[in-house]
């Protein structure tokens, strides 16, 4: 599994951001469709959080489609098409009012914003 990190003085509850980041690294492509995913115990102690924290964060996941569990075997990154799309609409733009925000916070303009997601979108092949 790819490693990240959470911020506790962020402001953002951790749940939220180890949520997003799973979220972000299974709709990349980083975690492939039927990849297993850490324990809830191996998460937690990878990110140094409750255990209850990264369970809530699976539960929440599995809720909405991006994995799922089999008994005694693990957790799994599910095949996108379960996914809730609704649910895809709302983690992408929660994903992208936490880019802008963090890019203003670094000093980013609007302008520089824009034209780097423009880039990196001409970049991956779409219109910008």
Same mark, same amino acid.
């Given at each position: ?35 297993? =995913?850490?324990? &809830? ?7 140094? /959080? ?6 809530? @964060?699976? $539960? ?19 095949? =996108?098409?379960? &996914? ?7 983690? /992408? ?6 880019? @802008?925000? $963090? ?19 001409? =970049? ?5």
């Amino acid at each position: 599994m790819g490693s990240f990190q959470v911020d506790e003085k962020s402001g953002v509850p951790l749940w939220i951001q180890i949520r997003k980041r799973l979220v972000f690294l299974i709709t990349s492509g980083k975690y492939e469709r039927g990849e297993r =995913l850490p324990s &809830v115990r191996e998460l937690s102690v990878q990110l140094g /959080v409750n255990y209850n924290t990264i369970n809530k @964060v699976y $539960q929440d996941l599995e809720r909405d489609g991006y994995i799922f569990t089999k008994r005694g075997r693990g957790t799994y990154v599910s095949d =996108l098409k379960n &996914v809730d799309l609704s649910a895809i609409g709302q983690d /992408v733009e929660a994903l992208a009012v936490d880019f @802008v925000q $963090q890019a203003l916070a670094k000093g980013m303009t609007p302008e520089d914003i824009h034209d780097l997601v423009s880039e990196q979108i001409l =970049l991956l092949g779409g219109h910008a």
